[in-house]
């Protein structure tokens, strides 16, 4: 047998086997949505998929009752890991009015849900960094001990707010997760035409934080950084930056077509390392997922995800006069 | 009553703010131990510490964006742009996410944060210290622009602002932080954010303004009181969104209606208001509706006489009154 | 089993249309709801378009390499089950379309009503700088100018057609440029060639008073009008009214009137007969299914025709009260568009005029119209014997279009059986 190294970590079972649930379920959903937009239900998909060990893994590491939570649009895993559900992001595909995130206002993709302390996003990228040293900054005036992960794309790290966030969050010692998800691409430009340096993480030092590459493939090696990571937070001992290296599975969006710029080939092989593929492979060799179990887990996770689009798709619209709502406190 | 200065009014009203709420605090460039290039500040770094009045580093978005982020977390943060010319690097900060927060949660989020800046010219700033940047944000629902004229608007104003539950740009003039005084209580105040003053009463014509310029117009209208022109001076007060109600009720009274900005001419905050007149007022118009502001070229130089040409004053006003009042 | 469709998904947020660059089953294919159909290339994507049923292929319509428009027919597949809940959503937005592809002719009602009630002319002294102008510039005395303009307001186009025909008015015979109802406006508007004599008033016809000759020529021209009268036994129903009147206002604030009553009574039997309920829509006669009953209410020189909406649905009270309401904004002239538009059927209390017959012009595009006349107490025999009865007519106007004599007969006496059994053992009014 192999050797377990979530045991090492001071994961259970039970953990590593909700952690795999996680991802799973986030690939599941990803998977309809695009089928939705194909058969023209929803306008818009953006994918999670190739980066659900890296979200997922940072997501259990953290104190998910009172971190907070900076997602940007491919963090399906995060969100569902810090209790968004499956419905509630179908509700967010279909655009209806109970979507928690938007109520039906933002694209998909955009998250937010403040009961789970997911702060909500924008389009521009890389904004939400510095809303997470603020949020840093708050709890460190208040005494608090959570931390917040904001998670970003290689290419948002060439965005002046990451350089200015992480700078305040550095200056001020503030218990701040970046977590860069290196998936290779901005959206047809590829990493080596993003960064002069060799890796993200090297970025870290002229903040005067620590950075780490890590296997963004990997969850269990994501965890442990971003593990190191939230305990440095709360020590006081400010902030960290985290790359998780994996790849982008499919086209930036419903409306990008990656044969234009990138091979077949160079896709196919990523797609040996998806870690919904390794990670199931590791917890079966471990006897976690017995055949018996994966057959109950998928069948369980396809009911939810037809469920939840069955409810999503016939779910009401909010009335378009409601447009005029929420400009200002009411 | 104690008379004090207008930049005193801020600070007055920062003091007061922090002592009654935990939750307010202060963050920009040379706030701190230095109080402010313009001593806005001043004091509060010795009262409150280091904590509440944080000196931040030379990245205005980043003090505009971590203000969104603790203002999001629910603390009431007061940022500080140490000029209005500065403001641009942290426009996505403002339009992008301070403006839409709440809109985009369909309620879930908010944003209780101040922005002050102090704008204007007169002062031999130039190009980038002189500016007047309201207009750029003048058409973004969910932000709300305060730019009070007298200390007492100040105080008032600027603790609603800090009080209000959404995002408010506060832009003092700079020109008037030592210039105008006047008459402010002791005691706890707010003014309502989106009303209008009425500065001056009178039944011959209408100035509507805002900032410094209420002062030019009040002066202007003294002199033209003597000749028996009684001019009616409005001061908008919050420019965005803005009193619709109080601007036709302003230039209904009269039917002749003066303008006045420091700002360039096109695209300002007084084109604006001159379509609100237009569409509400056709049949009490009694003349054209004016516009004084500065020319459309990009700010004001630094040499005397270009930054004179430029700059509003009394006499420009006084001018512009008197002929309109005799159309 | 079930037919449905799968038309072309819109691929990409700005793409209008796509091609089927292959089909990936044939007719008979057994597929599961998303199951690939067809590969399609659009300027942005190339994608497999999923089948959002499960069932059996019937049709291809739509061929390989044909390019056809986003939301247009692709093919046919049969579904096990009638009524799939997938669709529900696409449904709705049929159902919407019918509404939005009826409201022509309920629009167009609406219209008529606003023309013939709104046209006020509180405007029509009101000029702007640029008429004034004109007007000076021109020695043009406005007071003889027709305005096109909301509230007879004088527009400027208004005077610089005066101007460019060079006929100066200094009578009230100036042409307007309504574009609508041409044809019953040359019937009202044009000059008539009437002389006038010494002493003679002349009054202008305009606003109210013009809208209702153009609707009246209208209704008149286009409708070709029968007429029915019926009388009715409404002891009862008086005795009933005045042992509950006093109390009524005391309690409510406003006074039961007959009118409600017979009111209450045309709504349930329009239920029953909808035929009557109907438009004249050139190929199709519209039944309605609400039944918005118009009232007229006069003031001074203008008439007004509000409506009391879904009539059948409220008591005599709730109709008492609507119909204080609606008098009370008319004569305040406070009533809206709103509150004149989709009516389907007009009751009209003539009989408070004093008048116990009459041939009513039926409000155009409606059926009919009742007339409601007054109560007469007559000397009536009955059980053998004379007695004093309080008798009412009710006259029918009805488009013979639309209606034939027998049903608006059986109307007519359904109306009657209503009233007479409206008696204070059997009828709340609550």
């Known amino acids: 047998m192999a050797e377990n190294r979530h045991k090492t970590l001071g994961l259970s079972d039970d953990e590593v086997l909700d952690m795999f649930r996680t991802m799973l379920l986030a690939r599941k959903i990803d998977e309809r949505m695009w089928l939705l937009n194909r058969a023209g239900k929803i306008p818009f998909v953006i994918s999670c998929q190739g980066q659900e060990a890296a979200q997922v893994g940072a997501s259990f590491a953290l104190d998910r009752e009172k971190d907070y939570a900076l997602p940007y649009y491919r963090d399906m895993g995060v969100v569902l890991a810090f209790g968004m559900t499956a419905k509630d992001l179908m509700l967010s595909g279909f655009a209806k009015a109970e979507d928690p995130n938007s109520g039906g206002r933002q694209m998909p993709g955009h998250f937010g849900q403040k009961k789970n302390r997911i702060v909500t996003g924008s389009s521009p990228v890389t904004t939400q960094v510095p809303h997470a040293v603020g949020i840093a900054l708050a709890g460190k005036m208040e005494n608090k001990d959570f931390v917040s992960l904001v998670t970003f794309g290689e290419g948002s790290s060439n965005q002046g707010d990451f350089h200015e966030g992480a700078n305040f969050a550095g200056v001020h010692k503030l218990p701040v997760i970046f977590m860069v998800e290196n998936n290779k691409y901005a959206i047809s430009v590829p990493v080596s035409k993003q960064l002069a340096c060799e890796k993200v993480s090297d970025r870290a030092i002229g903040y005067g934080m620590p950075g780490h590459t890590v296997d963004g493939n990997d969850p269990l090696a994501v965890y442990e950084v971003v593990k190191e990571a939230a305990d440095r937070g709360r020590n006081g001992e400010g902030p960290t930056l985290v790359e998780a290296v994996s790849y982008r599975l499919t086209p930036h969006s419903s409306d990008d077509d990656d044969r234009t710029y990138r091979e077949r080939g160079e896709v196919d092989e990523a797609k040996k390392k998806d870690s919904i593929v390794t990670f199931a492979q590791y917890l079966r060799e471990q006897n976690i997922l017995t055949e018996e179990k994966e057959k109950a887990l998928n069948e369980e996770l396809d009911q939810l995800v037809n469920e939840a689009t069955d409810y999503a798709e016939n779910a009401a619209y909010a009335e378009a006069e409601s447009a005029l709502h929420y400009v200002y406190e009411e | 009553m104690a008379v004090i200065s207008y930049i005193q009014a801020v600070t007055q009203a920062l003091k007061e703010e922090m002592q009654r709420d935990e939750k307010v605090f202060v963050l920009g460039e040379d706030v701190g131990k230095r109080g402010g290039v313009f001593r806005a500040t001043d004091g509060l770094y010795e009262e409150f510490g280091e904590a509440r009045v944080l000196d931040t580093p030379l990245a205005e978005s980043a003090i505009a964006g971590v203000g969104i982020g603790a203002a999001m977390y ?20 403002i339009i992008s996410e301070a403006a839409k927060t709440r809109y985009r949660s369909n309620n879930d989020w908010s944003v209780p944060m101040t922005i002050r800046a102090p704008y204007g010219g007169g002062v031999h700033g130039a190009l980038y210290h002189s500016q007047s940047v309201e207009a750029l944000f003048a058409n973004q629902p969910g932000l709300k622009i305060v730019m009070p004229s007298t200390p007492y608007d100040v105080k008032g104003l600027l603790k609603a602002s800090i009080r209000d539950n959404d995002p408010v740009l506060f832009f003092e003039h700079k020109r008037a932080y030592r210039l105008i005084k006047g008459e402010v209580p002791d005691e706890d105040y707010t003014l309502p954010i989106g009303k209008a003053d009425v500065k001056r009463e009178g039944s011959d014509i209408t100035v509507i303004t805002y900032g410094l310029c209420v002062h030019f117009a009040l002066q202007a209208a003294e002199k033209l009181a003597e000749e028996g022109i009684e001019a009616h001076v409005l001061d908008l007060r919050t420019v965005y969104p803005l009193d619709q109600e109080a601007i036709i009720e302003a230039a209904s009274k009269t039917g002749k209606v003066l303008l006045v900005t420091e700002d360039n001419k096109e695209g300002g905050i007084i084109s604006e208001v001159s379509a609100i007149i237009s569409e509400n007022c056709l049949f009490d118009l009694d003349a054209p509706v004016k516009r004084l502001a500065g020319p459309d070229i990009p700010s004001m130089p630094y040499a005397p006489t270009m930054e004179k040409y430029f700059m509003m004053n009394p006499d420009k006003v006084e001018k512009a009154m008197r002929d309109l009042a005799e159309f | 089993m079930g037919l449905e469709k799968i038309n072309m998904p819109q691929l990409g947020e700005s793409v209008t249309e796509g091609t089927i660059s292959s089909w990936l089953v044939q007719p008979g294919d057994q597929v599961n709801k998303y199951d690939p159909i067809a590969e399609v290339m659009t300027d942005k994507v190339n994608a497999e378009v999923p089948s959002s049923f499960t069932g059996t292929i019937k049709e291809l319509v739509a061929q390989e390499d044909d390019t056809i428009e986003v939301g247009e027919l692709m093919c046919y597949i049969e579904v096990e089950g009638a009524g799939s809940t997938e669709e529900a959503p696409v449904e709705k937005e049929v159902v919407e379309v019918e509404k939005s592809s009826d409201s022509p002719a309920s629009s167009s009602q609406s219209k008529q009503n606003k023309t013939a009630i709104s046209d006020d002319t509180t405007s029509k002294t009101r000029y702007s700088p640029a008429v004034m102008t004109l007007a000076q510039d021109n020695n043009i005395d406005l007071n003889q100018v027709e305005g096109s303009g909301r509230g007879g307001r004088i527009t400027r186009k208004d005077v610089e057609k005066i101007i460019q025909s060079g006929d100066i008015p200094t009578s009230a015979s100036s042409e307007s440029d309504q574009s609508e109802n041409k044809r019953s406006e040359s019937a009202t508007a044009q000059p008539s060639g009437v002389q006038t004599a010494e002493g003679d008033i002349e009054i202008p016809v305009t606003g109210v008073r013009k809208a209702i000759a153009q609707n009246m020529v209208k209704s008149t021209t286009e409708i070709p009008h029968a007429w029915m009268m019926v009388e009715v036994d409404v002891t009862g129903l008086v005795e009933l009214r005045n042992s509950v009147k006093n109390q009524f206002k005391e309690k409510e604030g406003y006074s039961l009137t007959f009118f409600s009553f017979f009111v209450k009574a045309v709504a349930q039997a329009l239920k029953e007969y909808p035929q009557l309920n109907s438009t004249w829509a050139g190929d199709k006669i519209i039944q309605r299914k609400a039944v918005n009953l118009n009232i007229a209410v006069a003031k001074e020189d203008e008439l007004f025709v509000p409506v009391i909406k879904d009539a059948d649905e409220k008591s005599i009270k709730g109709i008492a009260k609507d119909i204080t309401a609606l008098a009370s904004k008319a004569r305040q002239g406070k009533l809206t568009s709103k509150d004149m538009e989709g009516g389907t059927f007009t009751v009209n209390n003539t009989g408070s005029f004093g008048s116990v017959q009459s041939m009513g012009v039926i409000n155009h595009p409606q059926a009919a119209i009742l007339q409601v006349e007054s109560i007469v107490k007559k000397p009536v025999f009955q059980d053998g014997m004379f007695g004093a009865r309080d008798m009412v007519n009710l006259c029918l106007s009805l488009d013979h279009r639309v209606l034939d004599g027998l049903v608006a007969g059986n109307f007519l006496a359904r109306v009657k059986e209503i009233l007479e059994k409206m008696t204070k053992d059997n009828t709340s009014v609550y």
């Not at chain 2, 629910?74 to 900060?93: K, L, S, W, Y």
Request: proline share 10%; glycine share 4%.
């Open chain 2, 74 to 93: 629910g603390m009431r943060p007061v940022a500080e742009m140490q000029f209005a010319d500065f403001i641009m690097p942290a426009v996505n900060q």
